[in-house]
């Protein structure tokens, strides 16, 4: 018999085997132990090699991994700690010191922070194109144009792209497309269907759906650009929990009635928001007053809960947020997707394309809450907005 210290670690326990629960199971673990000697190795591809290290995957997270790239329709999915994350190991895998990359102008903030901060400092120049441009953004290409990012809609402003035309010219000139697919969940947009070649999703907003996990992913069209993606990860070293994986994969399990419910309770907000006297403009794709309607309705087969609203000219930035500090059931905060509704003003300035909505533009998440109330929340804070 070994003693207690030791049988406090290997221990002669035996529980029976073949429990089959329908949750997928939580399998924490950093050291993953080989049969051999001969067999040991760290080859970070755990669907060819098998499971060699927790940073690289355990069965947990390669499930979450799976789904989501079943989802998207692609190639393979890798996870990251984060949907910035995602994003910034997109752009250290697939540039180089020297490469060029273009972003819309409409682009999620950190992704521009990226650009400024980190990106530029490795000798990787960065240009904002107009994200109407379609197939003219040509006129943005330049011999060392390696990377265009697509993001419809655009955050906050929700502009649709013209995804096939970026994709038809980007393709002729050897330039790859990456999407920033957050909005529509992986769901309501096929980006491979599409012809782009790398899709990234922040897991934290729809599949995660309640607010308390953070996560990323990034899937790729097929093997060679899955190689670049998954060698390059593993460098980096960023590791993610299969704690929160359980908890998405959870999230998925709910993710259609989720997204159906938001989506009509969203829609119903958005057509009476148009009728308000207060409001100038909604920013709502899947409405046919919103400037992008048309090729959102070509491109996309549904809509997400998130939209903005523009308040009539002349309304005081304190009048706009007495309003928004007015609300009780909206809550203020800048991540969406969650089953809470959430709300954010933001200032546009006076420069820059955006700058016509100046300090007018009011964004919502909506929740699962009651629509009516959600309504009546809104005409109550719109009493602020009265001079
Ligand atoms: C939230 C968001 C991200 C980043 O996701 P995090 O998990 O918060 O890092 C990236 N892109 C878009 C469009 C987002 O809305």
Not at 97 to 119: E, I, K, N
Not at 267 to 279: F, G, Q, S
Request: net charge negative.
């Amino acid at each position: 018999m070994k003693d207690w210290q030791t049988r406090l670690l290997h221990s002669d326990t035996r529980v029976p085997e073949n429990y089959e629960s329908l949750a997928v199971p939580t399998y924490r673990g950093s050291t993953t132990v080989f049969p051999s000697a001969g067999v040991a190795n760290d080859a970070w591809d755990q669907w060819s090699a098998g499971y060699t290290y927790g940073l690289y995957g355990t069965p947990t997270t390669l499930e979450l991994a799976g789904r989501i790239c079943e989802l998207e329709s692609g190639f393979r999915t890798i996870l990251t700690s984060g949907g910035q994350l995602a994003l910034t190991l997109v752009n250290l895998a697939f540039l180089r010191s020297g490469d060029h990359l273009l972003l819309p102008d409409t682009v999620y903030t950190p992704h521009r922070v990226l650009t400024s901060r980190v990106l530029g400092r490795l000798g990787i120049r960065t240009s904002f194109y107009d994200a109407q441009a379609g197939s003219h953004i040509t006129k943005w290409f330049e011999p060392e144009t390696r990377l265009v990012w697509v993001e419809s809609p655009g955050s906050i402003t929700m502009e649709i792209q013209d995804v096939p035309a970026i994709v038809e010219v980007a393709r002729s000139h050897g330039i790859l497309v990456a999407m920033d697919n957050t909005w529509a969940a992986g769901i309501y947009f096929k980006p491979f269907a599409h012809g782009v070649d790398i899709s990234v999703q922040a897991l934290t907003k729809y599949v995660g759906g309640h607010s308390d996990l953070l996560m990323g992913a990034v899937t790729v069209r097929e093997q060679k650009l899955y190689e670049t993606l998954g060698s390059t990860s593993q460098a980096l070293g960023g590791g993610i929990s299969p704690d929160d994986c359980s908890l998405a994969l959870r999230g998925l399990q709910t993710l259609a009635v989720r997204l159906s419910a938001i989506e009509t309770s969203a829609l119903t907000i958005a057509k009476w928001l148009t009728a308000r006297p207060e409001v100038e403009q909604v920013l709502h794709p899947a409405l046919a007053s919103c400037p992008s309607h048309e090729m959102w309705k070509r491109d996309f087969t549904g809509s997400s809960g998130v939209f903005s609203f523009v308040l009539r000219d002349g309304v005081s930035k304190e009048r706009v947020h007495s309003a928004v500090d007015a609300l009780q059931l909206f809550r203020i905060g800048y991540s969406w997707a969650g089953t809470t509704s959430v709300v954010m003003t933001y200032d546009f300035g006076s420069v820059g394309p955006r700058a016509r909505y100046g300090h007018r533009l009011i964004r919502l998440s909506v929740g699962l809450e009651s629509t009516n109330d959600l309504i009546n929340d809104l005409e109550k804070a719109f009493i602020q907005l009265r001079s």
